[in-house]
């Protein structure tokens, strides 16, 4: 029974390691996703945009605009649906249910420890390595 319980706490401590999370894999899900509204470019003019009552936010210049930390939380929220403003009635769509996966611990630039799933990881790992 002690082997059985010792095997079930690595599996469970396995299921949430550290990822590395991959920026390319990120910028491939940002091109497909969300690049129509915030732009190639990340800055918020996509194409998408020109029809748009709220313009879409620039993406490239989150950590500028909170105090030199990019804002890894908020924007993991704001991405996956459990912002409260987003998921109930933003003019950004909840892409949720596109990013599902495995739950792995990101740690961002500033050292901050997010659980996350892996492609949602992946994207904040490409929208962290883009800011100005």
């Not at 129509?36 to 020109?50: E, V």
Request: one cysteine or more; a neutral charge; glycine letters at 12%.
């Amino acid at each position: 029974m002690k082997w059985v319980s010792i095997g079930m706490g690595i599996a469970a401590g396995m299921a949430t390691m550290a990822y590395a999370a991959d920026a390319t894999h990120g910028r491939d899900l940002y091109q497909e996703h969300c690049a129509t509204c915030h732009g190639i470019d990340l800055d918020g003019n996509g194409p998408m945009s020109g029809v748009m009552i709220i313009k879409p936010s620039s993406l490239n210049d989150l950590t500028i605009q909170n105090s030199g930390v990019f804002p890894a939380e908020r924007v993991s929220k704001r991405i996956d649906g459990r912002d409260p403003l987003v998921a109930h009635g933003s003019p950004m769509p909840v892409y949720g249910h596109f990013f599902e996966g495995p739950n792995v611990r990101y740690k961002t630039g500033s050292g901050e420890k997010l659980k996350l799933s892996r492609p949602v990881a992946d994207l904040m790992a490409y929208l962290e390595s883009v800011q100005k």
